[in-house]
């Protein structure tokens, strides 16, 4: 059982850089089964989300090699149509964007319905309109997700919510639909244009993505490409709110300043310094901060995926801050473990107010999911002693070398790998 020990305190200094994005690089990689050539993807992240994925395209059977740590060639050419079981499933959310691919490829797909980091209600209904839209048939039996298809057609498609994943989705189904497909109330995120880029690169036709209405011409083949995956901004927005959080100085490399807009107005209204150039961000934290209030959105609104980030640095901020999550249910699941560490919040609904507290106390605290251990590293590496945080698989679905790259900056943090208890023979007899 793998856990993180950080003593806080220290003020940080220096310079990271940032890795690949962890939420293109999901969708592009099984974008390769697409192809009819082999593709090299560039500027992956090693992170687990990233080798579950390539795990499952192996033993579909394409033919992955790793060119270096961040460079991989993946040839799908003798890729079969498999079920994706729940054993692999469960691991992470983006196994649903084998649905598009498998389906635009194959006109079948079979996968387990999805797992991930457990932030409430993430209904794939938008993904089986798009699909039927097509002219898929599409049931779910026995938690498998299953669709068939004679052939797809392009269509209008309305998303009646805003959904990354059907958007998604609805790309890789159509992009060798027969005609023209068009996606309204499309997901405007940077991995949404990722994606969109890298088909591109490999002969789609895709016109709009990033903005409401996408537009897909389907093509018959896809050829291979090169592609570089962009900056992770949720990584890069996690450093930006350590150094807030440490009142420090650092310089954060290999960004695109212009995805972290959000995260970078919020910062300086509670009275942080960014200066922003072309691919860095330097981040310079201030002596007092002013609480403010915060409503995730889809982008470009500040993006649900910091807000447990930005809320551990409100937690000393002066005055109160009202943090309202309007995408998932259960995002609020980390604020018992601040409060662990003598943060002052109160949730209602969806809704927390934050009233700023001198400092935190270092304390043992659990990892609920991916966002809520970032904001517990933000916190602890701010608090006074010493804090345990456990679960930290969470963290390493999305976060290459965190511990490290903490270090790096001067952090006081180590990964330490201990016995579980549970599986401690004295441990058993007595339970």
Known sequence: ?????????????????VSGAKNAVVAI???????????????????????????IMQEMGAKIRMLNKTTVEIDPRSL?????????????????????????????????????????????????????????????DGGMINLRADKLVGNQIFFDKNSVGATING?????????????????????VVDLANCLNSMGADIIGAGTDVIKIRGVRELHGTTYSVIPDQIEAGTFMAAAAATRSNILIRNVIPKHLEPITNKLLKIGVQVEQYDDAVRVIGGDNYVGTTIKTQPHPGFPTDMQPQMSAVLTCAKGASMVTESIFDNRFRYVDELRRMGANISVEGRVAVIEGVERLKGAPVKSTDLRAG??????????????????????ERGYENMEIKLRGLGADIRKINEPDPVSDPVVKKAI
Do not use: W
């Not at 691919?101 to 387990?112: D, K, M, P």
């Not at 517990?376 to 456990?390: D, F, H, K, P, R």
């Open 29 to 55: 990689i099984p974008a390769t089964i697409l192809s009819d050539e082999p593709c090299v993807i560039e500027n992956i992240p090693n992170i687990s989300d990233v080798t579950i994925t390539l795990q």
């Open 80 to 140: 079969m149509n498999m079920s994706i079981p729940y054993e692999k499933a469960k691991l992470m959310r983006a196994t649903t964007y084998f649905l598009g691919t498998l389906l635009g490829r194959f006109h079948s797909a079979h996968v387990s319905m999805p797992g991930g980091c457990n932030l409430g209600d993430r209904p794939i209904d938008q993904h089986l309109k798009c699909f039927s839209a097509l002219g898929a048939q599409c049931e779910i």
């Open 171 to 191: 790309i890789m189904a159509a992009v060798k639909a027969e005609g023209l497909t068009v996606i309204e109330n499309a997901a405007k995120e940077p991995h």
């Open 374 to 395: 970032a904001a517990l590293i933000v916190a602890a590496l701010s608090a006074e002693g010493t804090s345990e945080i456990y679960d930290i698989f969470h963290v």
């Open 1 to 17: 059982m793998e856990k993180y020990v950080i003593r806080g305190g220290a003020k940080l200094s220096g310079e990271v850089v």
